[in-house]
């Protein structure tokens, strides 16, 4: 299952790193990343990959969710389907 994870925050050093470590760890997958800094605002989307990871989709968000209170940012994780759907014109 593919997916998007988008995360938003203050700059801070260990983001990218954090983030990835975590995916790391549950097997997933990144097929894609895009990061900016606007301003002192990070911002970063990812497409990922679950086929591999023994997690669902909810073991991932329970995860990230941890990470996104201790660096206080704002990770929200689609099914890619879904996201496109909704982006749709």
Avoid: C, P, R
């Amino acid at each position: 299952m593919k997916l998007i994870v988008t995360v938003v925050g203050k700059d801070q050093v260990g983001i990218i790193a954090k983030v990835s470590a975590n995916l790391a760890e549950l097997k997933v997958n990144i097929l894609d990343i895009s990061q900016t800094i606007l301003n002192d605002k990070f911002t970063m989307m990812m497409s990922v990959d679950l086929d591999e990871s023994f997690s669902t989709i909810t073991d991932l968000k329970k995860k990230l969710n941890i990470l996104e209170t201790d660096m206080h940012l704002a990770i929200q994780v689609y099914n890619e389907e879904i996201f496109n759907y909704m982006h749709k014109i």
